[in-house]
């Protein structure tokens, strides 16, 4: 069996809960987060994939009034791109 995991939670998640945190932080619980979640998963899992959504989504071409998710105001985490940038780079996250 393959995992697949949503970076972009995982980016928010670690994000916000290392907003106070300096980035060796944020990047250390990132991955041992992630790797935490394939050790929980077990013997069956045979392959692990990290999946972060590109620049385009598709939610966007069908909106009729406001962009996707285009409401939300509130602050984004500070580490934000440099965990997505972590992910891509560092655990072969797929951007898709």
């Known amino acids: ?3 697949l995991i949503d970076g972009d939670m ?3 998640r670690i994000g916000f809960a290392c907003n106070e945190q300096p980035w060796g932080i944020a990047k250390k ?6 790797y935490g979640i394939i050790d929980d ?7 692990s994939e990290l999946y972060l959504t590109g ?4 939610r966007n071409d069908y909106a009729v009034t406001a962009p996707y998710k285009g409401n939300r105001k509130a602050p984004k985490p500070v580490h934000l791109q440099k965990l997505r940038e972590h992910l891509e780079k560092k655990l072969n996250a797929n951007v898709s």
């Open 1 to 3: 069996m393959i995992a």
């Open 10 to 12: 995982l980016c928010y």
């Open 29 to 34: 619980t990132m991955t041992d987060f992630v």
């Open 41 to 47: 998963l077990g013997d069956d899992v045979t392959d």
């Open 55 to 58: 620049k385009g989504n598709f």
